[in-house]
């Protein structure tokens, strides 16, 4: 089937010729041949190495577009001009079978009738003999397809209408390994097809019976979950378990699925040798450097401020009477002869806090969300430091409710509207008759005294002043004091109807803001005392009242003590206070300030570096979001610089000023990590189910698959000695409406075993792009 008889005119047929018609069939197979066996195709053509330089090629057939082709002996094939000469180069060399049409065989006599002169005019006819080819071949030719030196093994381009058969790698010492047939051109046998096609018949007719059988369970299953959930629904409903659990406080032991969320710290096991990360609104990059010191003044005897021995960055001010309501003539007792036992609850000024640097995320789990509601009792969260804790019984929810947050990239800013907050709180227990004195401020102010008109006192006598806010009816509040000052009976002076100089002044340690709403001050003696009365419509803007137990008031709409409130009349408006450097050897990548302070309406405070020969501002407060956006980016620039002068800017009017207590702040500065690890407290399984897998999902924020690498495993046994690595990569979820992503990995287990902690391992190749752990989620499967 590979030759074709050829004859030209008035050659004579030879026995031989005939045979050959029959033998040589060529059109008319060639549409058949394409047909089944495709375009291009090989049979045989084994190759196998003839020494290091060289291979043998075995006999065989190739079928391009249709059309045989033969190789009838084999052939030798020399591989010695393509070997590298520089060692570590490879080059691949693969053989291809090409097809030549019509080779002529050896030729043969042939006899031939041909006409000749008779020389009288005329022809004769006579035989003679020629030598002509008998019939054509189509052959093949080996071609050599040889790519480029290259340290890889790189295939050479494959041209069109050749049959590819043998792969061969070369370097500098020949051929390496063995030659590779490349099957995907190679023909099968019929009979190898065959027998194939036995196999198969045999393994169906098990099949079959297997799908019946499964047909008949599937049925039977059908009918079962017909009226149940589905998978997906009771994987939605453990989760939602977990995180009301974890909102709770409610602890995972015994459950069969735990979640982490971080609202603190105890949700990881920060005592395992392992363990390396940050717990901050997710499970955060830890520091690979920090310096935490508090913040301090660089100059701490300026002038232009007051109340340093409090370390307090209070602007300096000169005390002004805002207002005095004088005596109509009337007088009342102070004190008295029935004496009570109140509880002072003196609360501080609220922290702010400014995270600046590329390592910080900004996450929004559902603990974080509802510090905006009224609802913190039922979630049992507060915010104290600008993080969430657990909330214990007996605070007030609606304490909490006035945290505002603003972000972007590199900033968060947590903080409080008003300027007071229970972050800590101190106590003090007061004996005496307990009066007080309310008023309604319009606006806010720095109250630094409070004058008293007193009349007379006797020797001994003692008077506590403690200004506070108001409850919800308008009565002094004794558990949210701002300031108090308690004075002897030596520094009292006798009031002089009219005049507010004559009144005893009452100086609080250090000046309070109140903002606007109610405000009073409760008074408590232990001695006689008699202090001056404004009775009728002397003074509309608030009350006086009385308590018998400390605790329930009784007001007066008609009375008022005689008495005057001062304020602060600051003497600067615009302050820019230099504060000592930020330092960290080897460089500074960001900067965590913790400070409390108080920011009345109309006062900034901006935090600022001196960086690229300017005073740039890390965060202005207070602030909103658009206004944020406006504040340098790059202040740390690539994180190299060691040492910034630092300043703090102040802006208010002649009424108020930001005031910054430095005593009680935080400040660190960081170069942050380029990997974290974590690790779970030991999960206990339930007894009674067998387990065999444990599935874990981490919530990673910012993800970035380029430049993020995460893996976790899994320490199980009775002393968590044995690690488990997940059984495969991990599946990657996008979060709907959120820059974060669910990876999820499934280890399997030890049944017997019945303890596991999970650690999950995580790395940035570019610290400028950080990684962080929103929350973890894991759940034993049986």
């Not at 009144?503 to 408590?524: E, K, N, Q």
Request: with cysteine; glycine share 8%; net charge negative.
């Amino acid at each position: 089937m590979y030759n074709r008889v050829t004859i030209s005119q008035d050659e004579h047929f030879r026995v031989e010729d005939v045979d050959n018609l029959s033998r040589f069939p060529q059109k008319g197979v060639e549409k058949v041949i394409a047909d089944w066996l495709g375009d291009l195709r090989y049979r045989n053509l084994t190759t196998v190495k003839d020494g290091q330089n060289a291979v043998q090629v075995a006999a065989g057939s190739a079928y391009v577009g249709g059309r045989q082709y033969v190789l009838a002996e084999p052939r030798n094939v020399s591989l010695i001009d393509e070997k590298p000469l520089i060692a570590g180069q490879r080059r691949v060399v693969v053989l291809a079978a090409q097809g030549i049409d019509d080779r002529p065989a050896p030729a043969v006599g042939r006899d031939k009738t041909v006409e000749v002169p008779d020389g009288d005019g005329g022809s004769v006819t006579q035989d003679v003999v020629v030598t002509v080819s008998p019939y054509t071949q189509n052959v093949i030719e080996v071609a050599k397809l040889a790519s480029g030196l290259s340290t890889q093994e790189l295939d050479p381009v494959i041209p069109a209408n050749v049959v590819p058969f043998c792969r061969i790698v070369l370097d500098v010492d020949g051929i390496v390994g063995e030659p590779a047939m490349l099957w995907p051109w190679r023909i099968r046998s019929i009979n190898e097809l065959d027998i194939d096609q036995q196999a198969l018949a045999a393994l169906m007719d098990i099949f079959i019976g297997e799908i019946q059988a499964l047909r008949n369970e599937l049925v039977a299953l059908q009918s079962g979950l017909r009226n149940s959930v589905s998978h997906a629904t009771i994987e939605a409903v453990i989760y939602d378990v977990a995180t009301l659990k974890d909102i709770n406080s409610i602890g995972d032991a015994g459950a069969p699925y735990a979640l982490d969320r971080f609202a603190s710290a105890a949700e990881v096991a920060a005592d395992d040798i392992d363990f390396k990360g940050r717990v901050g609104e997710g499970f955060q990059l830890p520091y690979a450097a920090e310096d935490k010191r508090a913040l301090s003044l660089w100059n701490p005897n300026d002038t232009r401020l007051m109340h340093a021995n409090a370390g307090l960055l209070f602007p300096a001010y000169d005390p002004v009477v805002g207002y005095a309501v004088h005596s109509t003539g009337m007088s009342a007792p102070l004190g008295g002869t029935v004496t009570q036992t109140m509880t002072l609850t003196k609360i501080a000024l609220t922290r702010l806090r400014v995270r600046y640097g590329r390592y910080f995320h900004y996450l929004q789990p559902i603990l974080f969300n509802k510090l905006l509601s009224d609802a913190d009792i039922v979630y049992r969260v507060f915010a104290r430091q600008g993080e969430v804790l657990a909330h214990p019984y007996g605070f007030y929810a609606d304490r909490y409710r006035d945290w505002v947050r603003f972000y972007r990239r590199r900033l968060i800013v947590d903080r409080f509207i008003h300027a007071y907050d229970v972050w800590l709180k101190t106590t003090a227990t007061i004996q005496g008759v307990i009066k007080a004195q309310t008023w309604l401020q319009a606006q806010e102010r720095f109250i630094p005294a409070i004058r008293l008109g007193i009349i007379n006192w006797a020797a001994g006598a003692e008077v506590t002043v403690a200004l506070c806010k108001l409850r919800a009816d308008g009565s002094p509040d004794p558990t949210q004091v701002i300031q108090s000052v308690t004075l002897a009976a030596t520094a009292f002076k006798k009031y002089a109807q009219g005049n507010a100089d004559t009144m005893t002044r009452f100086a609080f340690p250090v000046p309070a803001h109140v903002a606007r709403g109610g405000v009073g001050f409760l008074t408590s003696t232990s001695g006689t005392v008699t202090i001056a009365m404004a009775s009728g419509d002397r003074f509309l803007g608030g009350n006086y009242f009385e308590s018998t137990d400390g605790n329930f008031f009784i007001g007066s709409i008609t009375q008022d003590m005689a008495h005057a409130v001062e304020y602060c009349q600051f003497r600067a408006t615009t302050m820019d206070i230099r504060l000592n450097n930020l330092s960290l050897s080897g460089g500074i990548e960001g900067a965590d300030i913790n400070c409390p302070a108080i920011l009345p309406d109309n006062a900034v405070a901006q935090f600022q570096p001196f960086t690229g020969g300017a005073w740039k501002t890390m965060a202005q407060l207070p602030g909103d979001e658009g206004m944020v956006e406006t504040e340098d980016d790059q202040i740390f620039g690539n994180g190299t610089g060691s040492t910034y002068d630092f300043r703090v800017y102040l802006t208010g009017n002649e009424w108020v000023m930001p005031v910054l207590d430095l005593g009680n702040s935080e400040l660190t500065v960081f170069r942050a990590d380029d990997d974290l690890r974590y690790v779970s407290v030991p999960r206990s399984v339930p007894t009674g189910p067998t387990w065999s897998k444990v599935q874990v999902r981490a919530r990673v924020a910012g993800y970035d698959a380029a430049r993020h690498t995460l893996t976790a495993v899994v320490k199980h046994g009775t002393a968590l000695t044995t690690e488990v690595a997940a059984d495969g990569p991990a599946k990657v979820t996008p979060v709907p409406g959120n820059n974060a992503v669910d990876l999820e990995w499934e280890m399997t287990v030890d049944p017997n075993n019945n303890l596991y902690q999970v650690h999950i391992t995580g790395a940035t190749n570019n610290i400028a792009v950080p990684l962080s752990l929103i929350e973890v989620f894991s759940k034993v499967v049986e």
